[in-house]
């Protein structure tokens, strides 16, 4: 990227692998002139710094909010509410405060009470990822070609939102913009319940007492092995994406048992016309996917060779 920095100062709050690939994104295109990070753990910090992710490394992010003009959240949802607390009366009056998480409807409750007048609050959700975490899986292309979502207020300020939507579209992203409680019924389809299911499948083959956990990890390569790499996701992030996002989440999983039952009924009755019709239009989901452009065609079905990073967005 060529001219100015967007930004002055950014505040990265957490720096996991969505704050970490941001700073790194952030400052190999040219988006602020400085960064500063903060995370609760010294080790974290500590790992940070010595990958130079930032420039200043706090502790206390009051102290690193400090003169900043963008603040992003990068915490688990569930957090959120205490970190505005915490930042809120080191806010610099005029600063863009966002952050990354996978719930909107839920931010907008516990972070907006504690935003100080002046300060221009804009959720957003970055639809990248992988399953990894902390600081070293970051890198600076995650959000390339990826999806991000902000859900500002009515009365947003225009300035403040055009400055967000730059600096995501300068990480690589095409942004979006929606009303926070449709992007949590929109989400809730598309990526928790894929997790859930995920997790559930792969904790169902971990309780059979018929099939040793050896045969499983063996064999996997038959569709379990895509629903473990789901399932070894950030277990704190999705812990709090369920608690977050329940009514929306709780709303899927109900069509998805009315739909699941249906299944059931076609293979107990031996209905594979009702089969084949099923599998069919499922599989356009995923010719439509790839011509969206977020998916690959690859013959390996989408996979990566070991060298290269697998991503799933969250």
């Not at 806010?91 to 504690?114: F, I, N, R, Y």
């Not at 369920?242 to 107990?268: G, H, V």
């Amino acid at each position: 990227m060529t001219g100015a920095p967007i930004f002055e100062r950014m505040a990265l709050i957490g720096i996991g692998l969505i704050g970490s690939s941001i700073a790194q994104a952030a400052r190999q295109r040219g988006l602020v002139k400085e960064i500063a990070i903060s995370t609760r753990s010294p080790a974290t910090l500590q790992r940070a710094e010595e990958l130079g992710l930032g420039d200043v490394y706090e502790l206390d992010a009051a102290v690193a909010v400090e003169g900043a003009d963008l603040v992003i959240l990068c915490v688990p949802v569930g957090a959120n509410e205490s970190v505005a607390k915490w930042i809120s009366p080191a806010l610099k009056k005029g600063a863009v405060l966002t952050d990354v998480g996978s719930t909107k409807g839920s931010v907008v409750e516990q972070v907006g009470p504690h935003v100080p007048e002046g300060v221009h609050f804009i959720p957003g959700h970055p639809i990248a990822g992988t399953e990894h975490s902390g600081p070293d899986a970051g890198f600076p292309t995650l959000f390339d070609h990826r999806w991000c979502i902000l859900t500002p207020t009515p009365d947003v300020d225009p300035d403040a939102l055009q400055k967000l939507t730059a600096f995501w579209q300068g990480c690589g992203s095409d942004v979006d913009q929606m009303e926070p409680k449709h992007h949590d019924l929109v989400l809730a389809i598309v990526s928790h319940l894929p997790h859930l299911i995920a997790y559930n499948i792969v904790g169902t083959a971990d309780d059979l007492e018929t099939v040793t956990k050896s045969q499983v990890i063996k064999y996997s390569a038959s569709g379990f092995r895509d629903f473990t790499r789901l399932a070894a996701s950030d277990p704190t992030m999705w812990r709090d994406v369920c608690l977050n996002n329940k009514d929306a989440i709780l709303e899927m999983l109900a069509r998805f048992s009315e739909d699941l039952s249906a299944l059931q009924r076609a293979i107990r009755w031996g209905d594979g016309d009702k089969l084949f019709d099923m599998f069919t239009r499922t599989r356009g989901i995923r010719s439509s996917i790839i011509e969206a452009g977020q998916e690959t065609d690859a013959p390996d079905f989408g996979r990566h060779t070991a060298s290269e990073t697998v991503s799933s967005s969250d």
